[in-house]
């Protein structure tokens, strides 16, 4: 009861929730978890290595002009997902790339710099370890595309910029290389291994997530940093996807100390009306393949993947028994109930991302952070318990 009444009082649980060791998130709609698993995320930097603030771009819009405006129910909701470092990386969808990525880069430092009370820049290894110690969200700026380089000067230039993570290809070819949904991938090109290279050379971390196979492998063999799948899911268990990830671009990602996240998109993780159950199948599969030091979270989803112009979940992320709010407790109650130790469900939700970027970005990072976003303002409420581009669809 101790206990139980502890979490209460931190904001894990609230109303009725002690049952046989299990509890409820919140209201008494919101899913059943144990005990056990709420410990095991509340003691973790969770990452998600695509997870969203919003998918309303509107809203995220007026955060990055005016960020003022991104308020402390704004923060609090994200705080309640358990996620404490966040990639809200986007394809722009842009004509014009390079100049889409340096305003969507210029939107995220301006709400960086302005909101040293919420949100923390994650640039540096001493970012990836001291987040969560100051009660902050952080995020790490990246994309789902490398268009915007447009030159080798320009990987510095967006590194310098904040940038930390670069997918190589968007689902299509772009100069780089080749996207899964290309119907002859002709692996990376020549200026895409210079990138690569390049990558290699500043600390910027590679993705492959929406690669094509022979990209994904052309890339992995000549990086000398791991490279990361962010965003993805298994192509054993979901054979019709190209999106998903075969053995064979897993098996080569692991050998190389990458790390695989898994996404919660519905059509990533089964035909027809995919469960729970499902999803966490993904996560079985990866570790029984590679391991669970190369397992991670990728969601692909924000707060509560809610379409603000129905009040519904988006029918994207619709997967039955899962409610995206809680997505984490409930990823963590399933493979502690599938006999992973807390131990290896904590680098699944993030060990295994901090310690893959930790080894990808250099020890002195360059870093634009100034000290007043290191530290939250003395004048911040009390620290937490312990045209703008128009994104896409994962």
């Known amino acids: 009861m101790l206990r139980a009444g502890a979490l209460a009082a931190t ?41 969203l603030l919003t998918l309303d771009w509107p809203k995220l819009a007026r955060w990055q002009a005016r960020p003022e405006e991104f308020q402390e129910p704004d923060f609090r909701l994200l705080e309640s997902t358990g996620v404490r470092i966040l990639h809200p990386a986007v394809e722009t969808g ?10 969507w880069t210029a939107g995220w430092n301006r709400l960086l710099g302005a909101s040293a009370c919420h949100l923390a820049r994650v640039a540096t290894i001493n970012d990836l370890l001291l987040v969560r110690g100051r ?5 790490v700026i990246g994309f789902q595309n490398s268009d915007h380089f447009r030159a080798m000067a320009d990987v510095e230039a967006f590194f310098r910029a904040g940038q930390r ?15 899964c949904y290309e119907p002859h991938d002709r692996g990376l090109t020549r200026f895409g291994a210079e990138v690569v ?5 500043v600390g910027m971390a590679i993705d492959l997530s929406h690669c094509g196979e022979r990209t994904s492998l052309d890339a992995i063999a000549l990086s ?22 075969s053995d064979t671009v897993i098996r ?18 089964g035909r027809g009306t995919p469960t729970l159950s499902d999803l966490l199948d993904h996560f079985d ?64 939700l993030g060990g295994n991302f901090l310690r893959a970027l930790a080894g990808i970005w250099p020890a002195d990072s360059w870093s634009l952070v100034p000290e007043r976003e290191a530290r939250r303002d003395p004048f911040c409420a009390a620290p937490a318990p312990a045209s703008p581009p128009r994104g896409r669809p994962p």
């Open 224 to 245: 000398r940093q791991p490279a990361l799948i962010t965003h993805s899911n298994s192509r054993a268990l979901v054979p019709a996807q190209p999106r998903c990830k």
């Open 285 to 348: 599969h990866v570790a029984r393949l590679v391991g669970v030091e190369h397992v991670g979270l990728g969601s692909d989803v924000d707060v509560t993947a809610v379409d603000p112009a129905t009040g519904r979940i988006r029918p994207f992320y619709d997967i039955r028994g899962l409610d995206p709010a809680a997505r984490v407790f409930q990823i963590a109650d399933g493979l502690l109930r599938r006999g992973y130790g807390p131990r290896d469900v904590e680098l699944m």
């Open 94 to 103: 842009a004509a014009d790339p390079h100049l889409a990525a340096r305003r």
């Open 11 to 51: 904001g894990a649980l609230a109303g009725p929730f002690l049952n046989l060791g299990r509890c409820l998130l919140g209201a008494a709609q919101t899913p059943e978890v144990s005990v056990r698993a709420v410990d095991v995320v509340r003691g973790t930097t969770v990452v998600d290595m695509l997870g």
């Open 135 to 139: 009660g902050h969200i952080g995020v």
């Open 197 to 201: 290279t390049e990558m290699n050379r």
């Open 252 to 269: 080569a990602a692991a050998a190389k100390g990458g790390v695989m996240g898994i996404t919660a998109v519905r059509a990533f993780v």
């Open 165 to 179: 993570v670069s997918q190589l290809t968007y689902n299509a070819h772009n100069r780089l290389g080749s996207g």
